[in-house]
């Protein structure tokens, strides 16, 4: 596979680079090393045709093999009940620890560090009772401004739940005038500012809205040399972009399965607790059974005693269904390599689709479509966001009506997100030639 890649990039660098041509997407798909992974997903129907599905940012596609794993969930169910959790090919006691290798891997992260419970908010309330610890006047949380809005409800709500004012705790950094992105020099100074006040950063890893990647390794070193803990939320970025959370020394991490690693609406969420808290004994933690030492578990015992790593977080029984979805989907990634295969074709695939809204915008000697996101593709992951010059909420129903599917975010955003394992550079193509008839009309 690795071999296959490069002399994939290679020729692809080799060859006249971006063309705004059928033919030259087609041939791009012929060399993609990727390209059957796209068989192995099911994609909603459009007038009889597969949709072009760019919106593997709210929610991915149903891998074909995703069926069969529930099933076996259903049929283990009916034949073995209770025994299920210790009899089958896949006993459901310990199944979460079972999958955290190949999801550790897609984060940068030793297995023991990562553990799969919950959704993604609730994660981060029950990361924020072990690593938001206020205390004297270092009791404020540094967030991106315009997170996504359930982060900014939590992080009120926690700092509520100390005592504090929202508006007083939470400091939110925004980007400069007449700029859609932060930069991370801004980042850093606001730490700098602040670094006696700060007790948590929390981050996005990518932002919702502009699809902006930070640099997470940078900000970490900033809010350690501040004194301050430092998190992120990685909806956007696990199984987008790579990620190397145990060297970058992050303290905490929760995301979504739901998005980029296609287990279902509603999928399980994760976190990572970094190894260098295990054997902190002053850390507070909500406990519940399922985060039990396995082996003893069932003895029941009175007190408490946790299981190794990130998994003493769990609290309650696994959803096993839920396991299951997750399961068929991290497969794909283990077959596919891991994560490094992936971002190489997303680099090529995002950069054609800003390519040829570049085209149209170079045809109209304007910027009918403006993409926010930054230019520099190592500060983004698949998405492009895209602020239409006219029109923005028609364009997107035009796109709609095509077949292309994105979404629409409030107050004027058209995301797409073309993600290297189920779409093509064909896809991309023909998104680009509606967006163009799409500006003509408008
Ligand atoms: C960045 C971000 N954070 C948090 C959430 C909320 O996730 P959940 O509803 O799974 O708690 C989302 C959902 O899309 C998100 O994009």
Known sequence: ?????????????????????????????????????????????????????????SLGLQPVATRQYADQILDNWRDLAIEGFFMGDNPWLGLHKRLTRTLANLLGAK??????????????????????????????????????????????SQARFHGYDPKEAVIEIFPREGEFTLRTEDILKKIKDHWDELALVLFGGVNYYTGQLFDLRTITNAGHVAGA?????????AGNV????????????????????NSGPGGISGAFVHEKHFNNNVLNRFEGWWGFREDRRFLMPPVFEPETGAAAWQLSTSPIMLLALHKASLGIFEEAGGLEPLRAKSLLLTGYLEFLIGEINRKHGQDIFKVITPKNSEERGCQLSIICRHNGKVMFDILTAAGVIGDWREPDVIRLSPVPLYNSFKQVFEAGRILAAAAEEN
């Not at 803990?229 to 970025?237: E, I, K, N, R, S």
């Open 1 to 57: 596979m690795h071999l296959h890649l490069r002399c994939y990039i290679t020729s692809m660098t080799g060859c006249k680079y971006n063309q705004n041509t059928l033919a030259f997407a087609e041939q791009m798909d012929e060399l993609d090393p990727l390209k059957d992974f796209r068989s192995k997903f099911l994609v909603p129907q459009h007038n009889g045709k597969d949709a072009i599905y760019l919106c593997g940012n």
């Open 111 to 156: 297995s023991e560090e990562v553990t799969i419970m919950n959704s993604l908010t609730v994660n981060l309330h029950l990361l924020m009772v072990s690593f938001y610890k206020p205390a004297g006047k270092r009791f404020k949380i540094l967030v991106e401004g315009g997170a996504f809005p359930s982060d900014q409800y939590a992080v009120a």
């Open 229 to 237: 803990v430092v998190g992120f939320d990685l909806a956007h970025a």
């Open 242 to 261: 790579i990620l190397n959370l145990h060297d970058w020394d992050v303290d905490f991490a929760a995301w979504c399965s739901y998005k980029y690693m």
